[in-house]
Structures are given as structure tokens and as C-alpha cells.
């Protein structure tokens, strides 16, 4: 897997990821406008820039924003803070309206769970912020997720449309489930991901998901409702499977973002599996055919 990538498609290397179709789509330069070339204390690959947003690659163990006011944790605000300070005031205005904080998380018009690695898309303007939210309310950026599962896919490729709600359990962890009932009471929000099955290994498979709606741990709490898992997965996964210690972190990679820019530009932007998850994938017996 390595330097190559994967999905189909001729590529075009930009640092370290690919813009795989592009139009008027120059590289990360100290030149763009918005940039600021002084060196931040955290450094974060940037793998597309231009005016609107920038697309970066986003480190295993980084939060996206800070959890509350209090939460003085490294994050990917903060390092987009230090480096473009004025997109503090790009924001939800409708989380405005409504008190939420949304100081808490300029520019962000998604997020990545603090273990999952990969592409984060951020807004440098408020047109740009309102018009990407836009998008991604009406489904019009895709997105695709590299995911080792525990075990083999009875099917190789299928859709998993099951509602999530929301429980806390006894220590204050939050986790999504599918087991909506009456009892339970819980506010269900329809999520849905497409999945389909890359490799399989002799105790896992190599799978490609592709969430259709944007729910908080959409993939992980999918794939654990059709018995597969996420490897590694601490909320999900249950005390019977084992981690590899070799591994030490969840194997979920935002490796794909395609949609169409502010300015019109067809964009596909591609990451590589970070070297500790592709090293492990190099270590696992594949099943026999």
C-alpha cells in the first residue's frame, strides 16, 4: 500500500497527498493568500490551499476542537489559530443564534474523532465556511474511510441504514447505537454508510466505508452493528477484542474528500495510510482464496 494509492485513478503527488483531478488547484504555498509563513509549534501536513480552505492531514491522537472552555488539549483549532488567525471568526452563524460555542471550533466544517487520522477540510472565510457546510447538509462531498475490521464481512460490499442515537454509560463515555427502542427513549438521527471490502487477512478485512450522513462515530458504531468492528476500537470493539500491541491506536484513516469548490473546481484529494497503520497491514497473513 505504502506510496501508492488507494483508489483508482491517476495521481498527482501535492506533499503528502494527492489531488487526483484537479482545476486551477495550485499546491500549499507560503504565496496564498491568507498563509501565514511563520512556522506554528505543531506542524500539520497541508495537502491542497488556495483562498476559500485548506485541506490538511490530520495526526492520530489530535482532537479537531477543544471538548469545552476548559479543555487546554492540542488540537487542530489551535494549530489553525496559530497559523491563520483570522479565521477566528469564521463560524456556524446558526450556532451562533442558538448560544452554542462556536468559538470553540472556527473554520470547522467537520471533524475527525481524536484517534481517526486523515483528511480534515477547513474553511478560511465565512462565504467559504457557509458554502462547504452547505455541501456537506446536502451531501455533496464524498468521503471515504479506510477501516481494518475484526473478522470477515459475510458480504463483500452492502449498505448498513440503521439510525443512531446517542447513551452515556455509568463513567460519562458517550457512544452511539443502533438499538433504538421504546425503553431506552433515545433521539434517532438516520445514518447511513456504504461499505465494500478491500482485502481480507487471516483475522480481519481491509474495508473501504463510505458514510452517507455525517453522525458522530457513524463508521465505527456501523460496522460493531453488523459484528465487525473497527480494530482497536476502545468505545466499540468490547473487552474481547484484542488490540495488537503492535498497532496501539485505531485503525480508521479519512483517506478521500471529492466535491466541487467555492470557485467552481472539481476537486479529489487522496491520503495515504500513515506509515504505523501500513506497517501493521504488512505484518498480517492474508486469507487463503
Same mark, same amino acid.
Given at each position: 500500500?505504502?506510496?501508492?494509492?488507494?483508489?483508482?485513478?491517476?495521481?498527482?503527488?501535492?506533499?503528502?497527498?494527492?489531488?487526483?483531478?484537479?482545476?486551477?488547484?495550485?499546491?500549499?504555498?507560503?504565496?496564498?493568500?491568507?498563509?501565514?509563513?511563520?512556522?506554528?509549534?505543531?506542524?500539520?501536513?497541508?495537502?491542497?490551499?488556495?483562498?476559500?480552505?485548506?485541506?490538511?492531514?490530520?495526526?492520530?491522537?489530535?482532537?479537531?476542537?477543544?471538548?469545552?472552555?476548559?479543555?487546554?488539549?492540542?488540537?487542530?483549532?489551535?494549530?489553525?489559530?496559530?497559523?491563520?488567525?483570522?479565521?477566528?471568526?469564521?463560524?456556524?452563524?446558526?450556532?451562533?443564534?442558538?448560544?452554542?460555542? *462556536?468559538?470553540? &471550533?472556527? =473554520?470547522?466544517?467537520?471533524?475527525?474523532? %481524536?484517534?481517526?487520522?486523515?483528511?480534515? #477540510?477547513?474553511? @478560511?472565510?465565512?462565504?467559504?465556511?457557509?458554502?462547504?457546510?452547505?455541501?456537506?447538509?446536502?451531501?455533496?462531498?464524498?468521503?471515504?474511510?479506510?477501516?481494518?475490521?475484526?473478522?470477515?464481512?459475510?458480504?463483500?460490499?452492502?449498505?448498513?441504514?440503521?439510525?443512531?442515537?446517542? *447513551?452515556?454509560? &455509568?463513567? =460519562?463515555?458517550?457512544?452511539?447505537?443502533? %438499538?433504538?427502542?421504546?425503553?431506552?427513549? #433515545?433521539?434517532? @438521527?438516520?445514518?447511513?454508510?456504504?461499505?465494500?471490502?478491500?482485502?481480507?487477512?487471516?483475522?480481519?478485512?481491509?474495508?473501504?466505508?463510505?458514510?452517507?450522513?455525517?453522525?458522530?462515530?457513524?463508521?465505527?458504531?456501523?460496522?460493531?452493528?453488523?459484528?465487525?468492528?473497527?480494530?482497536?476500537?476502545?468505545?466499540?470493539?468490547?473487552?474481547?477484542?484484542?488490540?495488537?500491541?503492535?498497532?496501539?491506536?485505531?485503525?480508521?484513516?479519512?483517506?478521500?474528500?471529492?466535491?466541487?469548490?467555492?470557485?467552481?473546481?472539481?476537486?479529489?484529494?487522496?491520503?495515504?495510510?500513515?506509515?504505523?497503520?501500513?506497517?501493521?497491514?504488512?505484518?498480517?497473513?492474508?486469507?487463503?482464496?
Amino acid at each position: 500500500m505504502g506510496n501508492g494509492s488507494n483508489f483508482p485513478g491517476r495521481a498527482t503527488r501535492l506533499q503528502y497527498g494527492r489531488v487526483v483531478q484537479r482545476l486551477e488547484c495550485p499546491p500549499y504555498t507560503r504565496k496564498v493568500p491568507g498563509s501565514n509563513p511563520g512556522a506554528p509549534t505543531m506542524e500539520i501536513p497541508i495537502i491542497y490551499e488556495d483562498g476559500d480552505f485548506l485541506i490538511i492531514d490530520k495526526p492520530s491522537g489530535l482532537l479537531t476542537h477543544p471538548v469545552n472552555r476548559e479543555d487546554k488539549s492540542p488540537s487542530v483549532v489551535g494549530w489553525v489559530l496559530e497559523k491563520y488567525p483570522e479565521i477566528a471568526h469564521v463560524h456556524d452563524e446558526y450556532g451562533a443564534s442558538v448560544g452554542e460555542w *462556536v468559538d470553540l &471550533r472556527p =473554520g470547522i466544517v467537520h471533524r475527525l474523532d %481524536r484517534e481517526t487520522s486523515g483528511l480534515l #477540510l477547513i474553511a @478560511k472565510t465565512q462565504p467559504s465556511f457557509n458554502y462547504l457546510k452547505n455541501l456537506f447538509a446536502e451531501r455533496k462531498i464524498k468521503k471515504s474511510y479506510l477501516a481494518l475490521v475484526y473478522g470477515h464481512l459475510k458480504n463483500q460490499r452492502g449498505v448498513i441504514d440503521a439510525p443512531l442515537g446517542k *447513551v452515556v454509560d &455509568r463513567s =460519562g463515555q458517550g457512544r452511539q447505537t443502533t %438499538r433504538i427502542n421504546a425503553k431506552n427513549k #433515545l433521539k434517532e @438521527k438516520a445514518a447511513v454508510t456504504e461499505y465494500e471490502v478491500h482485502e481480507e487477512y487471516l483475522d480481519y478485512s481491509l474495508v473501504e466505508a463510505r458514510p452517507q450522513t455525517g453522525r458522530t462515530h457513524q463508521i465505527r458504531a456501523h460496522l460493531k452493528s453488523i459484528g465487525h468492528p473497527v480494530v482497536c476500537d476502545r468505545i466499540y470493539a468490547g473487552k474481547k477484542m484484542v488490540c495488537p500491541f503492535e498497532l496501539g491506536r485505531l485503525f480508521l484513516h479519512a483517506a478521500k474528500l471529492s466535491f466541487v469548490s467555492p470557485a467552481g473546481s472539481a476537486i479529489t484529494v487522496e491520503s495515504d495510510l500513515p506509515k504505523e497503520l501500513d506497517n501493521f497491514l504488512q505484518t498480517l497473513p492474508k486469507k487463503q482464496k
